[in-house]
């Protein structure tokens, strides 16, 4: 008898413990593994883009505090806008000379920080049409301008030209009305855009942690 219930012990810790296998593989695979690897690599280049975000602002303090740059984190990534009038003259699309020590600052973070990201750089306009300088439209001065911080963050500070990508917009993507000479202002302006890899996907870490619950 003590032989018998021995045995009908033992045949019950090995069922008990094959459902409990059993019932961890199903975890595990709930779980796969691409998910949470994808996770941890969206919060690591979110964190990288915190702390660019405030090295940006310690390094262009002055620049901040003077209205003449912006530094943001938004749904697309984080956008560091500069005045056009920072960067160039009226009309123009060379930089200007004292322009390049703030575009110093910023491929310094671009280099290190966040080395591994794209960077996206937007040239936008107002609305006043083309009189006097000889581009044909917004169009050509807002691409012209974007393509002169590209080319100054690759020749010149050695930013991997694989990472970046210019655009102009013209006057087609305003942040605010155009009837005033200070809105005209704030809409003359070049972006310069850090997005993370994996942020094309929206909301990816939100329904990926959903499937792991």
């Not at 094959?18 to 996770?39: E, P």
């Not at 530094?71 to 009309?91: A, K, P, Q």
């Not at 917004?138 to 911080?149: D, G, I, K, Q, T």
């Amino acid at each position: 008898m003590r032989s018998f219930l021995s045995t009908f012990v033992f045949i019950c810790l090995v069922v008990l413990l094959s459902m409990s296998v059993i019932g961890c593989t199903v975890v595990i695979q709930k779980g796969r593994s691409s998910d949470i690897q994808k996770i941890s690599s969206l919060k690591r280049e979110l964190s990288s883009l915190e702390r660019a975000k405030q090295e940006l602002e310690s390094k262009l303090k002055g620049e901040i505090d003077d209205r003449q740059v912006s530094v943001e984190m938004l749904e697309r990534g984080l956008v560091i806008t500069f005045v056009s009038e920072v960067l160039f003259d009226s009309g123009k699309a060379k930089l200007r000379g004292d322009s390049l020590e703030k575009l110093d600052k910023v491929s310094d973070v671009l280099k290190t920080t966040v080395k591994d990201l794209d960077v996206g750089i937007e040239g936008h306009t107002d609305n006043v049409p083309i009189k006097y300088s000889g581009w044909k439209s917004n169009w050509e001065l807002s691409s012209a301008r974007a393509m002169s911080v590209l080319h100054y963050l690759v020749d010149d500070d050695g930013v991997n030209p694989g990472r970046l990508a210019a655009t102009g917009y013209g006057e087609f993507r305003s942040i605010v009305s155009n009837e005033t000479k200070k809105g005209r202002q704030e809409n003359r302006r070049v972006e310069i855009v850090i997005l993370p890899n994996t942020v094309k996907e929206k909301n990816s870490v939100e329904v990926i942690e959903e499937n792991l619950k």
